[in-house]
């Protein structure tokens, strides 16, 4: 099963960036997908964005405009540009690769958002 390492969780103000990133222990090139979901507190945990072996692509309505999901198939790694970020994108913020029927997840990186 592959390991994902998340990194560039932090606190920032309403209207501020952070980029996430993922590493990954293995070549990422041919995995069904991956991607991000979030979890706020009490909420249950959602797809933010994802990049599919068929080209098709992902972002959850409420990002559109503000996040963006790279990759860099090279280095194993995937990241998610986030700008303008608002209060309700505060959640612990999750890598995830489906590869044939298993789902690999990170530890989990932390995003809080202020007024």
């Known amino acids: 099963q592959v390991q994902l390492v998340e990194s560039g969780g932090g606190l920032v103000q309403a209207g501020g960036s952070l980029r996430l990133a993922c590493r990954a222990s293995?070549?990422?090139?041919?995995?069904?997908?991956i991607g991000w979901y979030r979890q706020a507190p009490g909420k249950e945990r959602e797809l933010v964005a994802s990049?599919?072996?068929?080209?098709?692509?992902y972002l959850l309505d409420s990002v559109k405009g503000r996040f963006t999901l790279s990759r860099d198939n090279g280095n194993n790694m995937v990241y998610l540009q986030m700008n303008n970020l608002k209060p309700e994108d505060t959640a612990v913020y999750y890598c995830?690769?489906?590869?044939?029927?298993?789902?690999?997840w990170g530890q989990g990186t932390q995003v809080t958002v202020s007024e």
């Open positions: 990049s599919r072996r068929d080209a098709s692509s």
């Open positions: 995830y690769i489906l590869n044939g029927r298993t789902t690999s």
């Open positions: 293995r070549n990422t090139f041919n995995v069904n997908a």
